[in-house]
């Protein structure tokens, strides 16, 4: 019998059925137990339901469930323990050769950790969100291992510290160039600190999540490339002051939009959709040659979240339409991105498209290389 796994995942607040021994394949199945940008985190009841239910569903489709993680969120037990207080010296888990400092600076350590989220920023090799780095990766930057509560809870204020700190100054969130580690995207806190701070409407699906994700990345990129730099000049943009900046527009993108939107007749190449659409640059405007810029063969009519994944080198298309997608990207049920889609009709599919499209694959391949399995 076929096997599979179920998940049941606490910081997503859901509970999950994969195709696989370890988990690995396909999804079957997901629900979602709680808003995952609200602060109410599901009781054993739920979790137990939850678990019920990815239970009765792997029988219906005839798989032998072989692996449950996260079971312990049944247990009562385990929700009282995380309301008692802690022990410093039980909860602490051995470090190995990074021991976590026993006492911390907070000013000092938000300046040292402003200053790797800054230098990330400018960083032109994560300019294609594929190189951003984890949670853990950043933390041990300052000296925290992340293997305590209290190591977690100290990182995550002081993100939201840095990022409360860049609103106020009408700067994009810089915490959004940190992601997780299996998703490659931020975590919840990260879209409850944008619902708290007006960026991002609360109750947004998880599409509008990823599109918010992308654009936040571009606002990010686009901000600190027109930042100073130098000696001193580091997060001199706070409230009070002034920026100069000089800005940019693309010539000729309009055109190309109209030109995109008529070889398309107004639909979505994939989905056959027709609102919020976007004109697609294949090859990126800023690798362009400057006729390629323009050339309506260089572009798909995509929806916001094909085009944000497809913009993140996430997912490409073959010789004959059919979709492909990024060796670390599995993406979520809910974002609806099949490995049965393709470019629809194909007729629209010229060789010039193709063209591009060979280079936007390869592109993609190099580039999921650099991501760590």
């Not at 569903?57 to 996260?70: H, N, P, T």
């Not at 991002?200 to 509008?208: D, V």
């Not at 990010?220 to 580091?234: C, D, F, I, K, R």
Request: hydrophobic share 35%; proline share 6%; charged share 25%.
């Amino acid at each position: 019998m076929r096997k599979a796994c179920i998940n049941l995942n606490w910081t997503a607040k859901n509970a999950e059925l994969r195709a696989g021994d370890q988990g690995s394949g396909k999804w079957l199945y997901q629900m979602q137990l709680e808003d995952l940008l609200s602060d109410h985190w599901p009781g054993p009841e739920k979790w137990q339901q939850a678990l019920d239910t990815c239970l009765g569903k792997a029988e219906e489709l005839r798989y032998e469930v072989s692996r449950i993680r996260g079971k312990s969120l049944t247990d009562p037990a385990w929700h009282e323990s995380r309301k008692r207080p802690r022990d410093s010296k039980s909860s602490s888990k051995p470090t190995g050769d990074r021991p976590v400092p026993s006492r911390r600076v907070p000013q000092l350590d938000l300046k040292r950790l402003r200053g790797a989220l800054e230098a990330i920023a400018r960083d032109p090799r994560t300019q294609q969100a594929l190189q951003l780095p984890h949670y853990l990766s950043l933390a041990t930057r300052i000296g925290l291992s992340m293997e305590t509560d209290d190591d977690r809870n100290y990182f995550f204020r002081l993100l939201d510290e840095i990022s409360r700190q860049e609103h106020s100054a009408g700067a994009p969130l810089l915490s959004v160039l940190v992601t997780r580690e299996d998703s490659h995207m931020p975590g919840p806190g990260f879209f409850r600190l944008a619902v708290n701070v007006g960026r991002l409407a609360r109750g947004t699906s998880e599409e509008g999540q990823l599109e918010f994700f992308s654009q936040e990345l571009r606002s990010v990129y686009a901000h600190w490339s027109s930042e100073p730099q130098g000696p001193g000049s580091l997060g001199q943009h706070r409230p009070g002051g002034d920026v100069k900046a000089t800005g940019s527009r693309r010539v000729g993108h309009y055109r190309f939009k109209r030109a995109v939107e008529r070889h398309w007749e107004g639909r979505c190449a994939i989905t056959g959709g027709t609102q919020l659409l976007r004109a697609a640059h294949i090859r990126p405007w800023a690798q362009c040659e400057p006729d390629q810029k323009t050339d309506p063969d260089n572009g798909l009519l995509l929806s916001p979240t094909l085009d944000a994944a497809f913009d993140a080198f996430l997912l490409s298309f073959e010789e004959d339409g059919s979709i492909v997608f990024a060796n670390h990207f599995n993406p979520d049920p809910a974002l609806h991105l099949d490995g049965d889609m393709c470019v629809t009709p194909l007729a629209k599919l010229t060789a010039g498209h193709r063209e591009y499209l060979r280079w936007h694959r390869e592109e993609m391949a190099r580039l999921s290389g650099l991501v760590s399995p």
